[in-house]
């Protein structure tokens, strides 16, 4: 491969990556621009959807792309109950309370999951998608081009979801502002229920395509975390397009750094980009 | 409450601070006071950026590492006692917030916040891979016998830690009641409550929140300083940890953010339900206690969001008006 190619090469590496981070990332961009708050335990979901689809894979051999949609509905499921049960409480809260409890969310996520599954790393074995294909000179393995074209879907069907269904204008609505949303008829718990739910849905379904790829261990999301909080700040917390590039930037500085650099400077640089991004655009790149 | 009755309990308070030690003879219940002590000082150290100012950090261990690094390096390389170590340390850390905080205090709420993150990440990384201090390795510090407070090592009492930590403390709240009713202590409040409203009332908000911000970062160092000492090991994953940074917070989040006493109060619980759960079902890395020290704080979260002094206060409240319509 001549220089040029590795250059391709080490983009499409982390663009791949970036879909990834980009769907946990929508998540936490739904959350905060539905509710304006934040959701430090979106990796912890990311990490519950990678097990959901580990545990099903175990117990009735099914690949986690086939499986995706049940990990989806069980991941909504688990965001409404945590939204009913916890979240709800702090709605009105001040921030510090917010973060706070997401926080102690994540801390006890991680720990049960240490709980019961032990840290061992676990992965898929036998999975649908395998092997490489060659675009242009450029490989391109399977397992990471099907997650990524998957993410992508995903993004586009919330995208759609938000814009042009009823129930994503009342998002919509409630995001703009809260009062006037109930005034004019929105029941905003019931939509805050339902984006708690979407984000978690969100990042279920990226554990289950990450798992076919990734090793599987309880403390896998805080990379993830990290980086899709760095992504939704670049893009600009609130806007779900904004959130998306964010995470693919972040994917590409990731593989680029690793590559070019060091694997050790790759955060630096990722946060690098963030911190002067911010810079000199205090709201993100389409923040307002 | 009458005022000398706030004196009495004051006096009280420090009596027992200071006979607390001697009535606790195993180690680790002295280890878990020096742990209390040092956190109610990091958490008021944070609560003066975080709780008064309003500035969420989740970076404090930046400060934490730099002091820590800045004595030990001092003392292995050149010899220097730990006690100059540790003021170099303060100034060293003062003069870093000052350059983190010009360009992140343009930004507000949870863009800072996560620019702190970043920033303790940026830092841990960039200490791993410096081969001058140590690099991964970490440094161990030079042992001196002999139970010298110059050197700041004890080995025949524990208690010396807590009582220079105690110390420590007591000059941090000072220092915060004393800005607290100062000028710098309106300022701060008033930034908190209103950025815009600050502005326009004359406030140089930037100049405000950098002050804040250095006064937090220097005793953020000088706790790390003692916590090096006090351990005679350190690496950038035990004093960069992003654990610690989002301990500090915890703490005074827990005791009530933007109160004197919070942090103290938000440290002995946090402090004793981690140790404690961690040695009692902290083996064999079934994360048991970490499940307990995340459920505490999200029980807490969700059912008295500011804080136990905030409840406490409620309490109060609540049987103020419950007394004035029978009187």
Avoid at chain 1, 5 to 20: P, R, Y
Avoid at chain 1, 27 to 34: E, F, L, N, P
Avoid at chain 1, 172 to 192: C, E, F, H, P, R
Avoid at chain 1, 239 to 252: H, Q, R, Y
């Amino acid at each position: 491969m001549n220089p040029f190619q590795v250059l391709i090469q080490t983009i499409v590496n982390g663009l791949l990556l970036g879909s990834i981070i980009a769907l946990v990332a929508i998540g936490i961009a739904i959350i905060r621009g539905v509710m304006d708050m934040v959701n430090f335990a979106q990796g912890e979901f990311l990490m519950l959807g990678m097990y959901a689809s580990y545990w099903i894979n175990v117990k009735w051999n099914l690949d986690p792309l086939v499986s995706a949609p049940i990990t989806i509905a069980l991941m909504f499921i688990l965001g409404v109950i945590v939204y009913k049960v916890l979240i709800a409480r702090v709605i009105e809260a001040p921030m510090l309370a917010q973060m706070l409890l997401t926080f102690g969310l994540s801390i006890v996520l991680v720990n049960v999951g240490l709980f019961l599954w032990g840290s061992q790393f676990k992965t898929i074995p036998n999975v649908l998608v395998k092997g490489t294909i060659s675009i242009g000179g450029v490989m391109v393995s399977l397992n990471a081009l099907v997650p990524a074209l998957v993410s992508l879907l995903m993004a586009g069907a919330v995208y759609w979801f938000l814009m042009k269904t009823r129930m994503g204008r009342a998002f919509q609505a409630t995001s703009m502002n809260k009062k006037a949303a109930a005034l004019v008829g929105i029941d905003t718990q019931t939509v805050y229920a339902l984006a708690f739910g979407l984000a978690a849905a969100c990042a279920g379904l990226a554990g289950s395509v990450l798992s076919i790829s990734y090793y599987i261990f309880p403390g896998v999301g805080s990379v993830f975390n990290l980086y899709a909080f760095v992504a939704v700040c670049l893009g600009g917390f609130g806007s779900i397009p904004g959130a998306f590039i964010g995470g693919l930037m972040i994917g590409v500085s990731d593989s680029l750094a690793g590559f070019y650099i060091s694997a050790a400077f790759k955060y630096v640089v990722a946060f690098g980009i963030y911190l002067v991004t911010v810079i000199f655009k205090p709201k993100g790149l389409f923040g307002w | 409450m009458k005022k000398y009755t706030v004196y009495i309990l004051i006096a009280a308070a420090l009596l027992a601070a200071i006979v607390l030690p001697r009535l606790l003879p195993k180690p680790f219940e002295k280890h878990v006071l020096i742990l209390i002590m040092l956190y109610s000082i990091l958490g008021s150290a944070w609560n003066i950026l975080g709780g008064y100012t309003g500035q969420v950090s989740l970076g404090h261990a930046v400060f934490f590492g730099i002091g820590a690094y800045t004595s030990s390096i001092m003392l292995i390389k050149w010899g220097i006692v730990p006690w100059v170590g540790m003021l170099v340390g303060g100034v060293i850390a003062t003069i870093v917030s000052i350059i983190i905080g010009l360009p992140t205090f343009k930004l507000r709420g949870f863009y800072f916040a996560i620019a702190t993150i970043a920033l303790g990440e940026m830092t841990r990384t960039l200490f791993l891979n410096w081969e001058w201090i140590g690099g991964a390795v970490g440094l161990e510090l030079p042992i001196k016998r002999g139970d010298k407070l110059i050197n700041l090592q004890f080995y025949l009492s524990k208690n010396n830690y807590y009582y220079v930590l105690l110390g420590i403390f007591l000059l941090t709240i000072l220092a915060i009641y004393v800005i607290q009713k100062s000028k710098l202590g309106y300022y701060f409040r008033a930034v908190k409550d209103s950025h815009e409203a600050a502005l326009a009332s004359g406030i140089d908000t930037a100049r405000t929140k950098l002050v804040a911000m250095g006064i937090s970062a220097f005793i953020t160092a000088i706790a790390g300083s003692v916590y090096a000492q006090y351990l005679l090991y350190i690496d950038p994953y035990v004093v960069f940890s992003s654990a610690i940074s989002t301990r500090i917070c915890l703490v005074a989040i827990l005791g009530g953010e933007g109160r004197l006493f919070g942090p103290i109060i938000g440290s002995s619980i946090l402090v004793i339900l981690s140790e404690y759960s961690r040695a009692w079902l902290g083996g064999g890395g079934k994360g048991v206690d970490l499940i307990i020290y995340g459920t505490l704080i999200v029980l807490v979260a969700a059912f008295q969001p500011r804080g136990i002094l905030g409840m406490v206060e409620m309490v109060k409240a609540k049987r103020q008006k419950a007394v004035v319509p029978n009187a």
